[in-house]
């Protein structure tokens, strides 16, 4: 009797919170096993509980065709609004027209659409970070250490010889953060010399493995410092130089290292001292940011305020570094 009695009231409650969660996000991350977008989704999860909303977040497995999908199922199975960051950018356009057409909007995050894409539909937006923004941010960091420690020339020709370590081509962030870190280091007064640079599409093993081909064929000696465009990558590349005793403590043997995102394991890395410092890319704030303004969408408020350009809202980065070394 008891037992029947929980039993059923469990199921009340089951049936009751749905019941009243007002609105049904149905969000889609292109890949569960990427360090920083499970911070973003975290935090997407936590607002959601705030807004009394119910959030069904769905793995897109780096696929697009499996994304386009669960895009498909969401929609079917009654959502109010998505939240989609897509597999591949530059295919958010039938994700758009899909939500177009079952009148519901939709919430970009994280990966870009075109402007020409967006405008197709008066209810898609993005919510992200502006990526020239991050790209800066690390150029100046490289550029104040050697301002600091001249000694970090270590071949004393003037300029600095560094190694590129790009994300996801095509990516917005892999394009800006690439182009505006170099930009920085002119700005500084400094000449930057790319000896060597990869896409290791934001993975830690793949910056790892390339890092130690570049050690070999360059010579750990002759490397200036280390850019990755993100923290994941920028790990990598410190396993490497450990692997070949830099950055364990001796000043004679250390490369600055600089990534994106401050990762709690970046951030231990630089306690450490093993990196030299990141760029917070706040998946906090963006995460927040898209579940209110989907919820808000969703309730059919008048979001004008809150929006730039009609569509973005774009949440600032910041730098990270562990004080003087
Ligand atoms: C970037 C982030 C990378 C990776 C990528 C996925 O903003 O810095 O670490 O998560 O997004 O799209
Ligand atoms: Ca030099």
Redesign the pocket.
Known sequence: MRKIFVTALIIALTLSSCAFADVKIGSCI??FS????LR?RNAMTAESVNEKAEIIIADSLNDQNTQDAQVDDFINSGVNVLII?PVDRMQSQSIIDKAKSANIPVVFI??EPTAEMLATYDRAYYV??K?EE?GTEAGELIANYFKSHPEADKNKDGKIQFVMLR??NG?Q?MIA?SKYSVEAIKDAGFEPVEIAGAIAN?DKLQAMTIMNAFIMSLGAENIEAVIA?????ALGAVEALKANDYNKGNAEMYIPVV???A?ASALDAMDRGEMLGTVL?DADGQGTAAVKLAVALANGKDVSGQVVDGKYIWVPYQKVTRGEK
């Not at 990427?34 to 977008?37: G, V």
């Open positions: 292109y890949r990427d360090a920083f977008m973003f960051n994280n990966r992200g970070a990526p991050s994300g996801e990516h962030d953060r934001w465009n993100n923290d994941e990558m990534g994106v995102d990762n890319n």
